[in-house]
């Protein structure tokens, strides 16, 4: 069995960035000394009255102190991504980890949004439209 750490990566709105990063950093490195295998971290949009760093581009930060782990995001919310962009972006985690990047893809479990009005959950996952198999096509 091999162990992993799911990072925290919302603060209250209005904290100072810089000191949570610098202890985002601190826990990959205690990770990595401590043998863990792997690295996560969560994506939301809108996530007020809370901030956070969006996935793909902190996970490209920690990657320099995650040496030999996995790393990838814990689930990027496919349905509100363009795939290409997805695609691109982990080809680009995975050469900057050496062949070392993972992917969780989903739905989420708010209503999608579509402009300002909600969709129905049907709607939004039904597999003919699912962007999933462009999106691994491109990577």
């Known amino acids: 069995m091999k162990l992993g750490l799911y990072?925290?990566?919302q603060w209250r709105q209005g904290a100072d960035l810089a000191p949570q990063?610098?202890?985002?950093?601190?826990?990959?490195r205690a990770a990595r000394a401590s043998g863990l295998a792997s690295l996560m971290v969560g994506q939301h949009f809108v996530s007020s009255p809370?901030?956070?760093f969006q996935a793909m581009p902190l996970l490209a930060r920690l990657a320099a102190e995650a040496e030999?782990?996995?790393l990838?995001?814990?689930l990027l919310l496919l349905p509100l991504l363009n795939p290409v962009v997805v695609a691109?972006?982990?080809?680009?985690?995975?050469?900057?980890?050496g062949g070392k990047a993972i992917i969780g893809l989903g739905l989420g479990y708010r209503p999608r949004r579509?402009?300002?009005r909600a969709t129905s959950r049907s709607r939004s996952s039904a597999p003919p439209s699912s962007p999933t198999p462009g999106c691994l096509r491109r990577w």
Do not use: C, K, Y
């Open 72 to 74: 990838g995001p814990g």
């Open 114 to 116: 579509s402009g300002w």
């Open 68 to 70: 030999g782990m996995r």
């Open 21 to 28: 990063l610098a202890n985002l950093i601190e826990q990959v």
């Open 50 to 52: 809370l901030q956070m």
């Open 88 to 97: 691109e972006e982990t080809a680009t985690l995975d050469w900057l980890t």
């Open 7 to 9: 990072m925290a990566t």
